[in-house]
């Protein structure tokens, strides 16, 4: 037989048996076996899904190889990692927690704060500050967490209460809402004792821009406003105090304003004047 044809020959024998086999070449891959402080995280290879560790996960044998471990909570935990061809290596991920800290510790309109969320993981941290975003309405910043339970700086929008407006001591300062001079003052100068004769006057009370007048709260009660100069935070307040009206009189209005007043006197039913019966 010629050479030719003995090498045609080979080349259909090995062709065919591959076509036979059907049986593809595997995939050189490694493995690494996870495990986290805290455990019962989840672990990802290249963003695919394997298990909450302590857990095994399969990957290619190459480098750069994205392996993400992430717990609610914490910081996630992501590193290029190279897999060993038919070799087991080892990774233990200590998560980082992220805290955050409110620097006037909550919703405190008057004291200027900020939020600061620091991650451990980068040694990084991020400051947000409590801003004013119009004259009477202040952005106060407090913690949070997202849908994740990661913590987040929440924006309250407040209006600045008392009459306070909304300022900052300088530029790049936090916002707050200022009472700095503020006093309050009552028409009316009432003071909550049993002589108190404000409620028979119609008053109005005032902190800075914010005005409150009584009002009747019932046919026979008035709720007084009366000043309180320093609250418990140190600062003017409009106070409101019930009082009943005294027997015989009812709570009455003058421009919206509410007093405790004698009841105007009913006007007498007119009485027909009959004719004279004629005799």
């Known amino acids: 037989m010629k050479p030719l044809a003995i090498i045609s020959l080979l080349l259909i024998v090995l062709v065919a048996g591959c076509q036979v086999t059907g049986k593809a070449f595997p995939m050189p891959t490694g493995k690494v076996y996870v495990t986290s402080s805290p455990s019962d995280a989840s672990v990802y290879v290249q963003y695919i899904y394997c298990g909450n560790t302590p857990v095994t996960c399969t990957g290619p044998a190459a480098s750069g190889i994205t392996l993400t471990v992430s717990k609610k909570g914490y910081v996630d935990y992501a590193t290029k990692f190279g897999f060993s061809f038919n070799k087991t290596k080892t990774l233990n991920v200590m998560l980082a927690v992220t805290s955050c800290v409110d620097s006037d510790g909550g919703r405190k ?153 004698t009841p105007l006197s009913a006007p007498k039913p007119m009485l027909a004047i009959m004719p004279a019966a004629s005799q």
């Open 109 to 261: 309109p008057y004291i200027p704060g900020k939020v600061t969320i620091y991650h451990a993981g980068t040694q990084t941290s991020v400051d947000t500050l409590d801003k004013c975003m119009t004259q009477t309405q202040l952005f106060e910043q407090t913690c949070g967490v997202d849908s994740n339970g990661n913590p987040i700086s929440v924006a309250n929008p407040i209006s600045c209460p008392r009459g306070s407006l909304c300022g900052t001591a300088g530029a790049g300062q936090p916002g707050a809402c200022i009472t700095d001079g503020m006093v309050c003052t009552d028409s009316d100068n009432t003071v909550i004792t049993p002589g108190d004769t404000s409620k028979f006057t119609a008053g109005t009370a005032c902190v800075g821009h914010n005005c409150e007048s009584d009002n009747c709260n019932s046919a026979t009660s008035v709720f007084e406003r009366y000043c309180i100069q320093r609250n418990s935070e140190g600062f003017p307040e409009i106070g409101i105090y019930p009082y009943g009206c005294p027997a015989g009189y009812v709570c009455m209005t003058d421009n919206g304003r509410g007093y405790c007043s």
